[in-house]
């Protein structure tokens, strides 16, 4: 057991201390039980001097242990730190040493939080993997909907129940799409943290898919009736238009892109020498490398002499800056629709 000396303690009084000024020399005021306080002219600071182990000549090892800075900390949390470091020395265990550990440990375990986590795999992986519409939105999911419940949670502790609460509370709001799109979201971070040894399993994963609610799927206006489908291409074939609005919605079923794929689509991701198109799909975010027929390169060329070589294919008519809005291309399409007496459609409906 380490060796202490018998002294008295709790000799100081508040008023004691706090009347505590620098003369010419710093000193200390001795509170009992190896507790000081140190009086310099940079400040006043609280230590605790102890002895464990044996130096050189076999005797008691002195050590002093830093308790913080005075008014900061005060007499009565000197003294309470004092006596947690006692009692460490009583089990023959460094205060220092401990304190260092609780730091580090402390340290680590912000450093495996569910957000800290999660951040990293967004900044380090997950934006370079999507494009930047999704990424956003898959973060904007984490900051709603998870951060608020689950941010200070050690990721390894999280269950599927705890996690499966968390999305419950979005499944009683009735968006259950969400919940389901924020469950995948936590997916991927849980793989993330497995892959880089701070979490063993995926809660979200063990949840599967009938945890929640089927989410209700919500269809895009189509004309799928081949009859009205072939009347609804040669109205836009005939419409008289703006050039870069009817060229986008006459690509639109041929190569069937999202609409924020083609509306955002540049001419420096096309060769219309080879006839491909290489762009990041808005889903997965993997590059497609897209083989583009005769009939699209038609109407590219004939756009590229337009709006070429270089920039949006279908730049707004308020500048050149900003693509063309996906409301342009649906009220230009309702309108070839209504014409020709067609059930409703919008763009994306192309890809039904």
């Not at 973060?139 to 269950?159: F, K, Q, S």
């Amino acid at each position: 057991m380490p060796w202490m000396p018998k002294i008295s303690k709790n000799k100081l009084s508040d008023p004691a201390v706090r009347a505590t000024k620098f003369q010419d020399h710093s000193y200390k005021k001795h509170d009992g039980d190896g507790l000081f306080l140190l009086v310099t002219k940079s400040g006043r600071y609280w230590h605790f001097r102890f002895w464990l182990g044996v130096n050189d000549r076999g005797r008691p090892k002195e050590r002093v242990m830093a308790l913080g800075v005075y008014p900061d900390v005060s007499l009565s949390k000197a003294r309470a730190d004092r006596d947690k470091a006692r009692a460490l020395l009583a089990q023959g265990i460094d205060p220092v040493a401990h304190r260092l550990e609780e730091h580090t440990r402390k340290k680590l375990a912000a450093a495996n939080t569910f957000e800290a986590v999660a951040r990293e795999w967004w900044e380090d992986v997950h934006r370079h993997e999507v494009s930047t519409g999704q990424a956003e939105r898959n973060r904007r999911r984490l900051e709603l909907h998870v951060y608020p419940h689950l941010a200070t949670d050690p990721i390894a502790g999280i269950n599927a129940q705890r996690l499966l609460g968390v999305l419950r509370r979005l499944e009683r709001r009735g968006i259950v799409a969400t919940a389901h799109r924020t469950k995948d979201v936590c997916s991927q971070v849980f793989e993330f943290a497995i892959a880089t040894g701070r979490a063993d399993a995926n809660p979200a994963k063990a949840l599967g898919r009938r945890a929640l609610r089927p989410a209700k799927v919500k269809h895009h206006p189509a004309v799928t009736d081949p009859a009205q489908l072939a009347q609804l291409l040669r109205g836009i074939d005939a419409h008289g238009g703006e050039p870069t609005t009817m060229a986008a919605l006459k690509l639109a079923p041929i190569l069937f892109p999202r609409p924020g794929e083609l509306r955002t689509a540049r001419w420096e991701d096309f060769d219309l020498v080879a006839g491909t198109w290489d762009f990041d799909p808005s889903k997965d975010g993997r590059p497609l490398l897209t083989p583009l027929p005769r009939q699209a390169l038609e109407i590219l060329r004939e756009l590229h002499r337009v709006t070429g070589p270089s920039g949006y294919l279908f730049p707004s008519a308020r500048g050149g800056k900003r693509p063309i809005s996906d409301s342009v291309l649906n009220t230009v399409l309702k309108r070839i629709a209504t014409r020709h007496e067609l059930s409703k459609v919008v763009t994306h409906g192309f890809r039904a």
